[in-house]
């Protein structure tokens, strides 16, 4: 500690090292699974006709998205990787269980008026950041969802994989095609709290990167304390607000 | 040691996505150890976690796909089984039994014959549902008399040189059947004609068409996708 003055410690290894796995699963599950969407890009039984929820029913995903070349090759890819991905996820809310760091991000009783505040402070309708402990509300909101959402789509994958043999995880989303809707539908959710997560980082604050990769972070350079929204205040404030 | 850590985790990070992007490429025969390895245990498991008592009930309500159940074969031409040629259909039942059979259709009409509703699960993502009629594999192997050493089935066929071996357990499921009936109609050509095995258990490209040998075996002889890099097992 003493060697960082002015710095606490943010993320245990063990939520980096799960957090930077999941960077490198993620996106060869993804690119493996449209790779295998492509094989039929519809939701629909033969014979059914179009797919009402997905306007762009039977057309690819373009191939740059897709991973594993073929659909053979993806399949050895997303069952392969699916386990990295499954583990990884154990040990994260193992972790978060047994540590005590549930607290951060389970949701707690004010946190929909919270997640108000951050919205509005975002969208100008207020002047000054809520105040918040390690994340805001709205950050909470998605660091909770994230999880969830991966185990929605590990169950719709199982009840995929295994529609006869574990027929039992099929029934809970009704049947085979609509395990695939849920299990398409919640990688897409996840994707964009991804990316919305990814943007919020380098937009409102890029310091807390450093306490991704090291563990430690700057409560200084907080947004809180640079009363940061997207792309404004992003600089450190000046030393004499900090002493 | 904070730097260590870092320089770990990015070195470690680089690592293992170079080591796996070095296996991307299309050649399914020079797959990743790490994917091999993945797909053998995943064998294993999948293969404890079946259950012969576990079923495929599509709703009593559902109806079938029928003209839109989807058909390929893997010849030039749709195979189509000329007696003139190649002299009467047989199914021939043979390997590992005491009793070899050789059946006409007709044998099959009359040996005991089930009906069933159920799915079949392509490997691309889509299921269809049909009303298959037929004999049981289970059946057959009773009445040819399968040994000990019988722990694999190939289902042979005349559409070239399409074939593909089951394990044992998912070939004696009961809604394993040798099908000479479809919504009520005999096969056509284009659907397999005139028998083929068809299973909700196993993924389409293993269900042979155009039937022609259940041959029992002690090894497993892989299969036509099977060898072309999709997984062998392929159950559902």
């Known amino acids: ?243 | 040691m904070t730097l260590d850590r870092r320089r770990f985790l990015t070195l470690s990070a680089a690592s293992v996505s170079a080591a796996m992007l070095a296996a991307c490429g299309g050649d399914a025969a020079r797959l990743h150890p790490l994917l091999d390895l993945a797909t053998r245990k995943n064998e294993t498991l999948e293969r404890k976690l079946f259950r012969s008592g576990s079923r495929n009930r599509p709703p009593v309500d559902a109806g079938v796909a029928g003209e839109s159940f989807p058909s390929y074969f893997v010849s030039k031409h749709m195979p189509v089984w000329d007696p003139a040629v190649r002299g009467a259909w047989r199914l021939e039942v043979s390997g590992a039994v005491r009793k070899p059979l050789s059946l006409s259709l007709d044998d099959l009409v009359r040996l005991p014959r089930i009906s069933q509703k159920v799915d079949h699960y392509c490997v691309e993502g889509w299921n269809a549902r049909a009303q298959f009629s037929g004999v049981r594999v289970s059946d057959l192997a009773r009445l040819a008399g399968a040994t000990e050493d019988a722990q694999y089935v190939d289902f042979q066929s005349f559409d070239d040189d399409y074939h593909e071996s089951w394990d044992m357990a998912s070939a004696m499921h009961p809604q394993t059947i040798v099908v000479i009936a479809k919504d009520g109609h005999f096969l056509n050509a284009s659907y397999g004609a005139p028998a083929r095995v068809h299973s909700p258990v196993k993924l389409g490209y293993k269900n042979t068409k155009y039937l022609t040998k259940v041959v029992f075996m002690p090894k497993r002889n892989g299969g036509y996708w099977s060898d072309l890099g999709y997984e062998w097992y392929g159950g559902t």
């Open chain 1, 1 to 243: 500690m003493s060697g960082h003055p002015g710095l606490v410690k943010r993320n245990h290894w063990v939520v980096r090292l799960t957090h930077w796995l999941n960077v490198i699963a993620l996106p060869l599950m993804i690119g493996s699974g449209l790779r295998i969407f492509n094989a039929h890009p519809s939701f629909s039984r033969p014979g059914e006709g179009k797919f009402a929820l997905n306007p762009w029913d039977g057309h690819e995903v373009p191939d740059w998205l897709t991973f594993g070349r073929w659909l053979g090759g993806a399949r050895h890819w997303h069952f392969g990787v699916m386990w990295l991905l499954v583990v990884n996820g154990l040990v994260y809310v193992g972790f978060l269980w047994l540590h005590g760091e549930w607290r951060d991000v389970v949701p707690r009783r004010h946190d929909a008026r919270d997640a108000l505040e951050m919205a509005k402070f975002y969208l100008f309708l207020r002047k000054e950041h809520p105040h918040q402990g390690k994340h805001n509300a709205l950050q909470r909101g998605t660091y909770f969802m994230m999880p969830v959402l991966g185990a929605l789509i590990v169950l719709s994958g199982i009840a995929i994989w295994k529609p006869v043999t574990l027929g039992f995880v099929t029934v809970l989303f009704v049947n085979y095609k609509w395990a695939r809707v849920v299990h398409f539908g919640s990688m897409l959710a996840l994707v964009l709290l991804a990316v919305v997560h990814v943007v919020m980082v380098f937009a409102v604050d890029p310091y807390s990167l450093r306490s991704m990769i090291t563990g430690w972070y700057n409560p200084r350079l907080s947004p809180e304390a640079r009363n940061a929204r997207p792309f404004t205040n992003l600089l450190p404030p000046t030393e004499d607000t900090a002493a």
